[in-house]
């Protein structure tokens, strides 16, 4: 496809995504924490149909880099808030676009490592959203990590999801889809990253820390 196509197919596609979220919100039908990882989870899981739709790598990371720019924005100034974050000092909105541009100027033209990024924003994706919604509701065993307090709870929803994202992107990305070692180990280290974590820092660790992981060892 056409990578202006490609861009104005992506447009289209977040705004959507964007708009619902803060529709659902502005009506009282979703809270804040919610309309957030709509978001998250909308706009991370098109790092799929991006590796399919695009050619250049260029045109693949232009429209993040604006969200880059637009986030940064937005979080100083308060503009979108199903895409802000709680904590004036949390950056994970500005960090999220920028892992995309990040994975794919360091993997795109890599052997394998378009699943490898595709795996690493996947769980970040889902895997966190995951731990967030499942620590929130469900979480009663909590552990530290550093300053930081977890549940055991949202640490396993975010292993499960992060081996499922893992699975996924070998599967329709990859030569060939990812053994089981690669799968779990992925999910472990992801998991460990995101529970380390702070100030939004798990939405560039998690999804770089994952897809290298992926890239580099001789699967």
Known sequence: MNDLYATLISVAYIGAVVGSAEFLRRSGRIGFDLS??????????????????FQSPFWAAFLPGIFVLANAVSHRLKLMKAMDEESGDNLG?????????????????????????????LVLAWGDA????????????????????????GSAAMLAFSALAIAVAG??????????????GGAVLATGLEAGS???????????GTALFLWGLPW
């Open 36 to 53: 957030r990882k709509w978001v998250h989870v909308g706009v991370g899981t098109w790092i799929l149909p991006t590796t399919l739709l």
């Open 93 to 121: 909105t500005t960090l999220f676009p920028l892992a995309f541009v990040l994975a794919i100027a360091l993997f795109w033209n890599r052997d394998g490592g378009k699943a490898a990024l595709v795996a690493g924003i």
């Open 130 to 153: 995951a731990a967030a919604l499942v620590g929130k509701r469900f979480g009663r065993h909590r552990y530290a990590v550093g300053t930081n307090w977890r549940s055991l709870e």
């Open 171 to 184: 599967q329709f990305v990859g030569s060939e889809p990812y053994g089981l070692l690669p799968i779990l």
């Open 198 to 208: 702070r100030w939004g820092f798990d939405n560039l660790l998690v999804p770089l």
